[in-house]
């Protein structure tokens, strides 16, 4: 009697071996890049000056008012009113309104970006960054506060009459 069953050598499958290891490295590369993509917005995100505004509208809350004075351009101390009395009448000027800020047109730049901050609708201050020279990464900088200037005008003038025989003082000056 013959034997009839043959014996199948075994083939190797090339193909769907090299296909399999060319779909992982296909995905493998995929995944690398979306996620270097991801890292880069990211970076690109949190270096926009927007973000930082909205930090520094912090310190327009009362208890700031140390952090402020760091940074105020155009008030000046006068011999009648100290910062403190200048920084309460502003903050009495602002107080129970809707803060908010935008872009400051004919002054914003991508270099210096300048932001107004209006109270209900009202432009109470503007405020300006400057690059911070330290790399947050991609060549992306971060921004740093330069300056806030204060548009309310915190003093009052009074018309007082005073006979001439009298001398008239404010504060003792």
Known sequence: MKNTKET???KFPFFWVFYLLYI???????????SLLWNFLEVYETTRPVHFMEDTMDIFD????????KYLSNTVENPYEDMSALLSVFYDSIDDKKLTFGKLSGQYTEDRPVYAVLADKEHVATVSFVSDEKEVGYDFCGWKLEEISLLVNPTKSFAVTVPSSMKLTINGI
């Open 62 to 69: 009362e208890d700031e008012t140390e952090q402020m004075q």
């Open 8 to 10: 199948k050598k075994f």
């Open 24 to 34: 992982v490295a296909l995905c493998w590369g995929m995944y690398y890049g979306i």
